[in-house]
């Protein structure tokens, strides 16, 4: 009497695996699609959100690359005594140079007088703009370029010869040197037009003349109210512990030391903290796809009883099941996440285009928003795909 040989199931290769498992995606293509939908939308945001904050990020870190980190501002404070704002000594600028490590020196003082179109408008519309001497050295201290025209040189700073911040240019209606602005009582030619300066967005608002012109023609009084200076990148914290009390020895703690570029740093960090909070928004917003997706695989188990009773009388395992389904979530997922991805590109490159930034999409970004999708999609198919696998064949050809 021959022995009777144990039936083993057969094995699902992954061809056949991916065959099965995408057999219900191509009957139901609409279904399909808007379930895929808000995979690729969550996913989108994640990629948008990233990819704009990173190119937002790359602009700034190249200006500063550009501009440098090793600048620094000494301004007048307040007395500790009178509460008033005190005055810089006229020999600050000259006792800054000669610390050691600082490379270069650049100074600006405030003068009181309005800068306007013509005579005609009224004093007190000066339209934030305001007026400062300084010397030929400032450029070089700030890296500032000229738009139009030139800098004030050792000629030009003796006479009625202005520059101006692309901010009072734009204020004042300059567009091109040779025009002439209002300032205390005379005319003062136009002889060149800044770009804009990110370190010191205060020059930007302002009109520049030279300090012999202003203390001459508008009687300036000589003493700085900005002294710029730019050392060694190894002696920035150095030097900045000396300005002080070199600046004003009789007063050190009246002198404000700041560092322009932190503003730029501070800035990146707060644009980071923001999109932190985008990116969960678009976590949450990839979490409510993962529930439709989870809601479209439960309706495709109970449409497809007949389909699952015939393949178990046939001889498919629960297991068999439990994978046909998860992949089917998987690949629904896949599909959104891949989508998402190519929309969150385009949205990054559209924005970077328009705000002339570079193109900047991390590749933990990508990678990381593809393998949510995925676990996403395996999350959303167990649950129809155990409740599959626990069907009875009898009853489920019977509900077909």
Same mark, same amino acid.
């Not at 003068?111 to 934030?128: D, F, H, L």
């Not at 901010?167 to 136009?190: D, K």
């Not at 012999?212 to 900005?226: I, M, S, V, Y």
């Given at each position: 009497?021959?022995?009777?040989?144990?039936?083993?199931?057969?094995?699902?290769?992954?061809?056949?695996?991916?065959?099965?498992?995408?057999?219900?995606?191509?009957?139901?293509?609409?279904?399909?699609?808007?379930?895929?939908?808000?995979?690729?939308?969550?996913?989108?945001?994640?990629?948008?959100?990233?990819?704009?904050?990173?190119?937002?990020?790359?602009?700034?870190?190249?200006?500063?690359?550009?501009?440098?980190?090793?600048?620094?501002?000494?301004?007048?404070?307040?007395?500790?005594?009178?509460?008033?704002?005190?005055?810089?000594?006229?020999?600050?600028?000259?006792?800054?140079?000669?610390?050691?490590?600082?490379?270069?020196?650049?100074?600006?003082?405030?003068?009181?007088?309005?800068?306007?179109?013509?005579?005609?408008?009224?004093?007190?519309?000066?339209?934030?703009?305001?007026?400062?001497?300084?010397?030929?050295?400032?450029?070089?201290?700030?890296?500032?370029?000229?738009?139009?025209?030139?800098?004030?040189?050792?000629?030009?700073?003796?006479?009625?010869?202005?520059?101006?911040?692309?901010?009072?240019?734009?204020?004042l209606g300059i567009t091109e040197p040779g025009q002439q602005v209002f300032i205390?009582?005379?005319?003062?030619?136009?002889?060149?037009?800044?770009?804009?300066?990110?370190?010191?967005?205060?020059?930007?608002?302002?009109?520049?003349?030279?300090?012999?012109?202003?203390?001459?023609?508008?009687?300036?009084?000589?003493?700085?109210?900005?002294?710029?200076?730019?050392?060694?990148?190894?002696?920035?914290?150095?030097?900045?512990?000396?300005?002080?009390?070199?600046?004003?020895?009789?007063?050190?703690?009246?002198?404000?030391?700041?560092?322009?570029?932190?503003?730029?740093?501070?800035?990146?960090? #707060? /644009?980071?903290?923001?999109?932190?909070? &985008?990116? $969960? @928004?678009? *976590? %949450? !917003? +990839?979490?409510?796809?993962?529930?439709?997706?989870?809601?479209?695989?439960?309706?495709?188990?109970?449409?497809?009883?007949?389909?699952?009773?015939?393949?178990?009388?046939?001889?498919?395992?629960?297991?068999?099941?439990?994978?046909?389904?998860? #992949? /089917?979530?998987?690949?629904?997922?896949? &599909?959104? $996440? @891949?989508? *998402? %991805? !190519? +929309?969150?590109?385009?949205?990054?490159?559209?924005?970077?285009?328009?705000?002339?930034?570079?193109?900047?999409?991390?590749?933990?970004?990508?990678?990381?928003?593809?393998?949510?999708?995925?676990?996403?999609?395996?999350?959303?198919?167990?649950?129809?795909?155990?409740?599959?696998?626990?069907?009875?064949?009898? @009853?489920?050809?019977? !509900?077909?």
């Amino acid at each position: 009497m021959r022995a009777s040989r144990k039936l083993t199931p057969s094995r699902l290769g992954p061809r056949d695996v991916l065959h099965v498992g995408s057999a219900g995606l191509r009957s139901r293509p609409m279904r399909v699609f808007l379930s895929a939908l808000g995979i690729a939308i969550g996913i989108a945001t994640m990629i948008a959100v990233v990819g704009v904050s990173s190119s937002s990020q790359a602009k700034l870190l190249r200006e500063l690359d550009k501009l440098g980190t090793n600048m620094l501002v000494a301004t007048p404070g307040q007395s500790m005594f009178s509460g008033q704002e005190t005055k810089l000594p006229k020999e600050a600028p000259g006792m800054i140079s000669r610390i050691e490590g600082v490379e270069s020196v650049g100074t600006t003082g405030d003068v009181a007088q309005s800068v306007r179109r013509s005579e005609n408008i009224p004093k007190e519309e000066t339209g934030g703009i305001g007026l400062k001497a300084t010397k030929d050295d400032l450029p070089e201290v700030l890296r500032a370029r000229m738009q139009k025209g030139t800098w004030l040189n050792g000629a030009t700073g003796r006479y009625p010869s202005v520059v101006l911040g692309n901010v009072s240019a734009e204020r004042l209606g300059i567009t091109e040197p040779g025009q002439q602005v209002f300032i205390g009582g005379r005319y003062f030619t136009v002889i060149g037009i800044l770009d804009p300066i990110p370190l010191a967005p205060e020059i930007e608002r302002s009109a520049l003349i030279g300090w012999e012109a202003a203390e001459q023609l508008l009687g300036f009084d000589g003493h700085p109210t900005a002294v710029y200076e730019r050392s060694a990148d190894d002696r920035v914290a150095a030097v900045r512990s000396l300005i002080a009390p070199t600046a004003n020895p009789q007063s050190p703690s009246t002198v404000s030391v700041t560092d322009p570029s932190a503003a730029l740093q501070a800035k990146a960090a #707060t /644009e980071g903290a923001f999109s932190t909070l &985008l990116l $969960g @928004l678009g *976590g %949450i !917003a +990839l979490l409510v796809g993962g529930v439709g997706v989870a809601n479209t695989m439960i309706i495709s188990v109970l449409e497809r009883r007949h389909e699952i009773g015939l393949r178990r009388s046939l001889g498919a395992t629960k297991g068999q099941v439990r994978i046909q389904f998860v #992949t /089917e979530s998987l690949l629904l997922s896949g &599909l959104g $996440g @891949l989508a *998402g %991805i !190519a +929309l969150g590109a385009a949205a990054t490159a559209a924005y970077a285009r328009a705000g002339d930034l570079p193109w900047v999409i991390p590749l933990w970004a990508v990678t990381g928003g593809f393998a949510s999708t995925l676990a996403i999609g395996t999350l959303a198919g167990l649950y129809p795909a155990v409740r599959a696998a626990r069907l009875s064949p009898t @009853l489920a050809l019977q !509900a077909g």
